[in-house]
Antibody, heavy 118, light 110 residues
Framework: QVQLAESGGGVVQPGRSLRLSCAASGFTFSAYGMHWVRQAPGKGLEWMAVISKDGSQTYYADSVKGRFAISRDNSKKTLFLQMTSLRPDDTAVYYC???????????WGQGTLVTVAS | QSALTQPASVSGSPGQSITISCTGTSSDVGGYNYVSWYQQYPGKPPKLMIHNVSERPSGVSNRFSGSKSGNTASLIISGLRAEDEADYYCSSFTSTGTWMFGGGTTLIVL
């Protein structure tokens, strides 16, 4: 079955960087676009970024454009999110999600918590 | 990139039907049939309930349905059950090649 497992979260100081990973299994990873979505404590979902199946196209939410970078390694079935210049308002649970192709996100990981605090 | 507009909460009694609205613009909800809905319980990841406005993934109860009129999409839950009490989010593809979510709606089953 499809499984997505995020890792790399933790406590980081403002201005520092962090890289999240999402290990995929149970499906042909290289055939699907992938997304990052975050959720601040007690708040709603916020879409962050998407990457095409071959990694050639990426799109970002305005709130993270220029600070975050999405990438993937299809040989390792792994999705990444490189986060730089982190701010306290980046504190959230970060989810990776598989693209349904036609629309939407059909599988989600359990999420990894990123806390930006001094 | 403002969030799509959803009511903060809706409520209904068991057996009743409720509707959650999701209002956007012609650049997102109104411009594409790429509206999806998610159910989320506290501490859990979201679950896809509806995609492409009205398509139901395998395994999702037929008590859940979706529709769209103009710039507003709707999630309809019929035969309300206690287990439906959760947060619900809509999402839409946008003209800039990005996605956006609604602010979320808490469904209360009375």
């Amino acid at each position: 079955q499809v499984q997505l497992a995020e890792s790399g979260g933790g406590v980081v100081q403002p201005g520092r960087s962090l890289r999240l990973s999402c290990a995929a299994s149970g499906f042909t990873f290289s055939a699907y676009g992938m997304h990052w979505v975050r959720q601040a404590p007690g708040k709603g979902l916020e879409w962050m970024a998407v990457i095409s199946k071959d990694g050639s196209q990426t799109y970002y939410a305005d709130s993270v454009k220029g600070r975050f970078a999405i990438s993937r390694d299809n040989s390792k079935k792994t999705l990444f999110l490189q986060m730089t210049s982190l701010r306290p308002d980046d504190t959230a649970v970060y989810y990776c999600a598989k693209d349904l192709r036609t629309d939407g996100f059909d599988y989600w990981g359990q999420g990894t918590l990123v806390t930006v605090a001094s | 990139q403002s969030a799509l507009t959803q009511p903060a909460s809706v409520s209904g009694s068991p057996g009743q039907s409720i509707t959650i609205s999701c209002t956007g613009t012609s650049s997102d909800v109104g411009g594409y049939n790429y509206v999806s809905w998610y159910q989320q319980y506290p501490g859990k990841p979201p679950k896809l309930m509806i995609h492409n406005v009205s398509e139901r993934p395998s395994g999702v109860s037929n008590r859940f349905s979706g529709s769209k009129s103009g710039n507003t999409a709707s999630l309809i839950i019929s035969g309300l059950r206690a287990e439906d009490e959760a947060d619900y989010y809509c999402s839409s593809f946008t003209s800039t090649g990005t996605w956006m979510f609604g602010g979320g709606t808490t469904l209360i089953v009375l």
